[in-house]
């Protein structure tokens, strides 16, 4: 089923680290973006767009690129990338510096995307991919809806600067995680 009981370990940390880093995010976004620059319904779906487009644009680029590059390393590039643009969070203030931030992570998020995928695909056997990626995804789904309930407790108690930071640091972690098991697993 998995090349070893070490890829498993992989899969799942990797994955809840991954979805950590952006889930968290999640259902306070919106809240952060009216708060603090008195956005509109408008401009939440523009900056929803500007995301959601540029991943889709530049994930096949990316996937092409990890390709080339390997995998590891477009991963851990976008890592880096989504790492900084949750830091920056903190230090954007306008509107358009959060346009320009949610290109960059739209960006991000195509060049972890495609390779994290790959990586799962690797670690399993030929007859198992459909079942090893389907773990990879509920593993993160589930990760993602404690990551929304712990987003709230962390806002409400500590701020919002707080949670960038806790985003930031779980990409972070994940690249550094990666890097530390990549030459034994994969």
């Known amino acids: 089923m998995l090349k070893s009981r070490k890829s498993l370990a992989l899969i799942i940390t990797l994955s809840t680290l991954y979805s950590l880093g952006v889930g968290l995010l999640g259902p306070i976004y919106p809240v952060f973006v009216v708060n603090r620059f008195s956005a509109s ?5 523009i900056l929803y767009a500007i995301f959601c487009l540029m991943a889709a644009v530049f994930k096949a680029p990316a996937g092409k690129l990890a390709d080339l590059y390997g995998k590891e390393k477009i991963f851990m590039l976008g890592v880096i990338m989504g790492a900084a643009c949750s830091l920056s969070y903190v230090y954007v203030s306008s509107l358009i510096h959060l346009y320009a ?9 195509a060049l972890q995307r495609p390779s994290i995928l790959a990586m799962m695909v690797d670690l399993s056997d030929n007859g198992k991919r459909g079942f090893i990626l389907g773990m990879f995804e509920s593993v993160y789904d589930l990760t993602e809806a404690a990551a929304a309930l712990l987003s709230t407790l962390i806002v409400a108690q500590v701020g919002f600067e707080a949670l960038f930071y806790i985003c930031s640091g779980c990409q972070a ?3 550094i995680f990666m890097l530390k098991c990549r030459e034994r697993t994969l």
């Open 41 to 45: 319904y408008v401009d939440l779906g």
């Open 101 to 109: 931030l949610e290109f960059l992570f739209g960006i991000s998020h």
């Open 173 to 175: 972690t994940t690249g």
